[in-house]
Nanobody, 123 residues
Framework: QVQLVESGGGLVQAGGSLRLSCVAS????????MGWFRQAPGKEREFVAA????????RHTDSVKGRFTISRDNAKNTVYLEMNSLKPEDTDVYYC????????????????WGQGTQVTVSS
């Protein structure tokens, strides 16, 4: 099973940018569809973006379209989430996830999860 480690979170002012990275190890990275999710305390985990094994298919939730971009580099075993025009409502813990199943964006389709990285956007 693949292990995932996120980085790149932090504190940023509204309108600013961050790039999250997630490095995978322990298995062949290109076997996995990858996703980013976020969760606030007391709330359900929310889908943010997903990318297919080859990177040819991406999907972003409506609230981040035009602001966030998911990408991957299979040679570096890394998936990224470029976040621009950040808003205070983007404040959450962001999780990287991996799925060996068919294309899906539901969290229960993802069997491997990172530990999360905190993103805080100040107004």
């Amino acid at each position: 099973q693949v292990q995932l480690v996120e980085s790149g979170g932090g504190l940023v002012q509204a309108g600013g940018s961050l790039r999250l990275s997630c490095v995978a190890s322990g298995d062949t990275f290109s076997r996995y569809n990858m996703g980013w999710f976020r969760q606030a305390p007391g709330k359900e985990r929310e889908f943010v973006a997903a990318i297919s094994r080859s990177g040819g298919i991406t999907r972003h939730t409506d609230s981040v379209k035009g602001r966030f971009t998911i990408s991957r580099d299979n040679a570096k075993n890394t998936v990224y989430l470029e976040m621009n025009s950040l808003k205070p409502e983007d404040t959450d813990v962001y999780y990287c996830a991996a799925s060996v199943l068919g294309w899906a964006v539901q969290s229960d389709s993802f069997g491997s999860w990172g530990q999360g990285t905190q993103v805080t956007v100040s107004s």
